[in-house]
């Protein structure tokens, strides 16, 4: 008696408690609900996360002015869609891309400028330099994203380009200083400074690529 006691009993799988338990156990449409919610949490949490830290990284690079860079590097990538889920290669992607519209905008307004009849010619020299040169930026960019996209093997090269098109923006900003007697507050002061601020942020993240 007491050895029967202790056999196992089979499970009878059609007894109401067997199948009412079984139902119990299986995932509930809300359940994946809640698990979808908690994942998309997680990842946006961690996109945000790598977003501000590689912003921070970027700032970091000139401690100077690491407050203002910062500021201007979230401001500037969070507007993109899907810069919130982007890795570091994306967010240089992001940046490149950004650019590139701030150079074509650069270029177009030179040659809107070059249509006005008030300027002198030495300003008008310097406006045709920079829509030369934002031309020429806006292919070196093309270059360095393709070099970017190639793997690691293609960053040297990105790096190459990249600098390449942040000499144009550089020499549009000089030859206007000049043409304007070293006054910056000329007529594209404020396109150039923002063109300058985002190959800057371009060439920072393709530099933390390489480490």
Same mark, same amino acid.
């Given at each position: 008696m007491l050895?029967? +006691?202790?056999? !196992?009993?089979p499970i009878n799988c059609n007894s109401a408690s067997y199948q009412n338990a079984e139902a119990e156990m299986k995932p509930k449409p809300e359940h994946f609900h809640? @698990?979808? *919610?908690? @994942?998309? %949490? &997680? +990842? %946006? =949490? =961690? &996109?945000?996360?790598? *977003?501000? +830290?590689?912003c921070k990284k970027v700032a970091s690079l !000139?401690? &100077?002015? &690491?407050?203002?860079?910062?500021?201007?590097? !979230?401001?500037? *990538?969070? %507007? %993109?869609?899907?810069?919130?889920?982007a890795d570091?290669?994306? @967010?240089?992607? !992001?940046?490149?891309? @950004?650019?590139?519209?701030a150079y074509n905008h650069n270029r177009i307004l030179s040659e809107e400028l070059l249509t006005g009849p008030e300027l002198s010619e030495a300003e008008r020299t =310097?406006?045709?330099s920079c829509a030369a040169g934002y031309a020429a930026g806006g292919l070196y960019l093309d270059r360095g994203n393709t070099w970017i996209e190639s793997g690691e093997g293609g960053l040297n090269s990105a790096l190459f380009s990249f600098q390449e098109a942040w000499l144009r923006a550089e020499e549009c900003v000089e030859n206007l200083r000049d043409a304007y007697s070293g006054d910056d507050t000329s007529l594209m002061a404020k396109e150039n400074s923002h063109a300058l601020g985002l190959i800057d942020i371009v060439l920072k993240l393709t530099l933390l690529l390489k480490v």
């Open positions: 050895e029967q +006691s202790f056999l !196992i009993k809640l @698990l979808l *919610l908690l @994942l998309l %949490v &997680a +990842s %946006v =949490a =961690a &996109a945000e996360t790598n *977003l501000e +830290s590689s !000139i401690p &100077a002015t &690491a407050g203002e860079r910062y500021n201007f590097c !979230i401001t500037s *990538l969070q %507007v %993109v869609h899907g810069s919130q889920f570091a290669l994306g @967010l240089d992607l !992001i940046s490149a891309g @950004l650019t590139k519209t =310097a406006i045709r």
